[in-house]
């Protein structure tokens, strides 16, 4: 196994990692910045487009083409052409104490994006929401503290997310109704952050403060753990032409009270030689 950085970008909060397969290029925020970044895997150039606004929580590529993006209190359409954007709903305009954190489209073409406290006080205040390909806007899901680490069983039967309790992932049956209902603890006493599903059906989480990423099987049982000495830790993505390598975001400054000391603090990491794959992102059907 060989742990690298991808580039010399540093994010004081990277977040949102998404690979594009079908572009062959990791997607990738510092939400503090607030920046959108983008490596072309066969030029290894890194692009970037600084955004308004004072956050950006999340994006997922489109495909009709360009992304969509959940920042500050909305949504948006971006075209990175002609870096336009164009708002698409505000949920959270008349609450300007939360802002949208982290999304990631489902099986069945939906973009499912969550709120979070911006002073990040602990009040379950906050909703799981749904985008559908016809753009009709639903809140599916409450009693967030802060929304994180949705992602989906290849069916999408399930759904695997955090922050009601923000020390357990949770799993609950989503399916063609794209409605989390009959929730269950899948993993607790943890610390989880964004994830990702891989080819068997496994949960990688990135382990918030705890320096590392775990695998956890469909039971819940941690089959794995991959160690970063120093860093903070926020998500993890597979990605490459094979989908073979492991995209991880880090911070570089303190973040709710968790400050990295590694060298490559705030980089993308990217680890490759595990012999784990992971499965094509859906994109944005809307």
Not at 21 to 39: H, M
Request: proline share 6%.
């Amino acid at each position: 196994m060989k742990i690298s950085a991808l580039d010399d970008v540093c994010c004081h909060l990277g977040e949102g990692p998404v690979w594009d397969a079908v572009a062959e290029a990791l997607y990738w925020v510092d939400s503090y910045g607030p920046t959108l970044y983008r490596n072309d895997f066969a030029s290894s150039r890194t692009r970037a487009w600084p955004l308004p606004g004072k956050a950006v929580g999340s994006l997922a590529p489109r495909a009709q083409g360009g992304l969509i993006l959940a920042m500050d209190q909305g949504l948006y359409a971006f075209d990175p052409d002609s870096a336009a954007l164009e708002s698409i709903v505000q949920p959270l305009a008349e609450n300007r104490g939360l802002r949208l954190n982290d999304g990631k489209v489902d099986p069945f073409g939906s973009f499912v994006t969550g709120a979070m406290n911006i002073d990040y006080t602990q009040t379950r205040n906050c909703s799981m929401y749904r985008l559908s390909p016809e753009l009709e806007f639903s809140e599916i899901l409450d009693g967030f503290v802060c929304f994180n680490g949705p992602c989906f069983s290849a069916d999408g039967e399930l759904l695997y997310v955090t922050g009601r309790d923000e020390s357990a992932i949770e799993v609950f049956d989503y399916g063609a109704e794209q409605r989390p209902r009959n929730g269950r603890i899948l993993l607790d006493n943890c610390n989880p952050d964004g994830a990702t599903v891989d080819a068997e059906g496994y949960i990688w989480s990135a382990q918030w403060d705890d320096a590392s990423i775990i695998r956890i099987a469909p039971d819940g049982v941690i089959d794995k753990r991959l160690e970063f000495p120093g860093q903070v830790v926020s998500s993890v993505m597979f990605g490459g032409p094979k989908l073979d390598l492991i995209y991880v975001t880090t911070t570089a400054g303190e973040v709710h009270g968790a400050r990295p000391v590694a060298d490559s603090a705030g980089r993308v990491l990217v680890v490759s030689g595990t012999g784990y794959r992971g499965r094509p992102e859906p994109q944005f059907k809307g």
